[in-house]
């Protein structure tokens, strides 16, 4: 396969999740804001970039508004819901002699009916308009696409970006003290909800919710979940022939990563919940940086070997 087919690939996985999972991050926070009056809203919004990745303006006031701006409608925001859309659809179009046209229609349809601006009272609309238009579009790649190397590229994007946007959303529990979303909230905007209450057959706690999304086996929104699947991926791609250790350095600080969170007390984790969202985050970073270095590399120079006698 070309590098740039599956670098577009990888790509179009991971923005489409992560429109999707900017939008379910918003969708959480911009509603408790709009419910809790006494919350400083421009230091919650403020923490809510931070989480994302981007930081505003220092001058301004930032409120509800701003942050809808920033990070849903803005179209050269790389963090922004529009971006990775666009982004999504500029990398199927680069790759569309793989892409199927149920697809390629799918992302064409989505950037085109993309808002620029988006009234108070359609913001929750607008933000399951991303998420169906999403799901659509990974469920009309996973249904027509033979399970080879172009599948297992997009896989990986999407499964290291989801669990990247997972530890985020969770990092957005402890955004404020006081006020930060529920674990019944984070559970419904995660789709987990009704999975978790047939899993735990009872009323949502903090040590329960927290094990679910973190360290479940078979939800596959969960951090250990996506970052096995991954693995899964990056091992599809080229399996391991290695006697001793590990080689591939994406699946081995992947590996890491799961390593820690799967044989660490829960307890343990959700006191330490901010760091190790953040090490998860790093570790997928490292490891899509290594991918990248690997597969798709953008500076080769070519050089002449020369005729052999």
Known sequence: MLSRIAESLFWIGRYLERADGTARILDVQLQLLLEDRWVDEDGACRALLGVMGTTGPEDVWLDRDAVLG?????????????????????????????????????????????????ASE????????????????????????????????????????????????????????????????????????????????GVSSMRNAAEFLLVDRIFPRSVLFTMNDAVGALTALEPRTDRIGVGDTAVRVLGQAVSTLEYRPVAEIIENLPQMMTDVQRATSAASDDIKARYFPSQVVPTWAGERA
């Open 122 to 201: 359609r913001v929750h609309d607008f933000f399951h308009w991303v998420r169906e238009r999403t799901a659509l579009a990974v469920g009309t790649y996973e249904t027509a696409m033979s399970r080879d190397d172009a599948y297992q590229f997009f896989r990986l994007g999407l499964s290291l970006e989801r669990a990247d946007m997972t530890a985020r959303l969770l990092a957005t529990r402890t955004l404020t003290e006081v006020s930060g979303p529920s674990w019944t909230t984070i559970l419904r905007s995660c789709g987990a909800y009704e999975a978790y209450l047939r899993t735990y057959r």
């Open 70 to 118: 920033i990070l849903a409608v803005n179209r050269q925001h790389p963090s922004s819901i529009a971006y990775s859309l666009h982004a999504a659809r500029e990398n199927a179009r680069r790759a569309r002699e793989i892409v199927s046209s149920e697809l390629w229609e799918c992302l064409n349809t989505t950037t085109t009916r993309m808002p620029r601006h988006i």
